[in-house]
């Protein structure tokens, strides 16, 4: 039975109206598996803006929030694995034993970028006041803050940290 997937767009499913679609075959045994809609420009360019207009509320939340977003998604990935697995064998006609893995390895991955969010990253050096380093951190946006924060060495916990000086960045 050929399944019958539809566009997701901005948290909707869509059917596409043009009625165009893609085959997808398994390259083993050259039967058709699936179609898929032929998206048009347009309605990639409604997914896109989709898709911007949604990352502006999810860096707004919290680094563990989203880290907890990246777990459960793992966590649905171990729950579906099989299917996962025979879904990769079925269209790139890979061995069923490295699907699996593939599965696998994705969960994996999601699990550890969802543990960045308990790293600090940034630059760190020494200040010129005794018993002080100091992070500078940025983010890549057009206008974005940045902290330049110090500890006592005897204090590590970013809890800890006083807030120094705020710069205003623009890249």
């Not at 079925?90 to 790293?119: C, H, I, N, S």
Request: proline share 5%; with cysteine; hydrophobic share 40%.
């Amino acid at each position: 039975m050929t399944v019958l997937h539809r566009n997701f767009i901005g948290g909707e499913s869509l059917a596409v109206e043009t009625g165009d679609r893609i085959k997808v075959y398994n390259p083993a045994r050259d039967t058709m598996l699936a179609e898929i809609p032929d998206t048009p420009a347009e309605i990639v360019d409604r997914a896109v803006q989709a898709a911007k207009k949604a990352q502006k509320g999810w860096a707004k939340l919290p680094a563990i929030q989203r880290a907890n977003a990246l777990r459960r998604i793992s966590a649905k990935i171990r729950e579906n694995a099989d299917k996962i697995a025979h879904v990769i064998s079925e269209e790139q006609g890979k061995v069923l034993p490295l699907a699996k893995v593939e599965a696998a390895f994705t969960a994996d991955y999601l699990d550890y970028m969802a543990e960045w969010a308990r790293r600090i990253e940034g630059e760190i050096l020494e200040s010129d006041r005794p018993g002080e380093t100091i992070l500078f951190s940025a983010s890549r946006s057009a206008s974005s803050p940045a902290y330049c924060r110090g500890t006592s060495r005897s204090s590590s916990s970013p809890a800890s940290w006083d807030r120094r000086s705020f710069a205003e960045i623009r890249s």
